[in-house]
């Protein structure tokens, strides 16, 4: 048997945003529409804010530009190396960004890994609490990111941390 998996759906300037978690109240992902890999509302699925308020006015106190880390339980599943590339992507701070080869160089892994942790930043299910967004090219490029390049750009903006290459402005428009 599985554990009981809560939801709620939150309005958001990046979009609708799904948010689960298990009955301990961890957080097990969030999501954003047309999300590649995110996650959909399954059923047996209990929907009830109860558990996500915390988040909610976390997330809110963010999008508003008040909040610079989250502070909640988080809880993702996924194999060793993933839950390392996670951990790494967890010390990032607000406002500033990192690569790929450096996220790899972090957790001990050789520069020919950074396919496999970019694949691993990619499967984060915990888009905005787990700042995959704040990884960028080598060049300074805004690579991929799961929830769509517009989104990232909107989440760097936000955080005045879009670098030269991307044509930061340092304000978003909310």
Known sequence: MTDLTYWTAVDAPVGRLLLTAGPDGALTSLSVPGQK???AVEPGWRQDPGPFRAAQDQLAAYFAAELKEFRLPLRAHGTEFRQRVWAALDT???GATTTYGEIAARIGAPRAAVRAV???IGANPLLILRPCHRVIGA?????????GLDRKLWLLDLE???PDTAGGTGAVTR
């Open 139 to 147: 060049t300074g490029a805004l690579t991929g990111y799961a929830g």
């Open 160 to 162: 005045n941390a879009l």
């Open 118 to 120: 970019g694949g691993a």
């Open 37 to 39: 890999g995110g996650r």
């Open 92 to 94: 990032v701070p607000y």
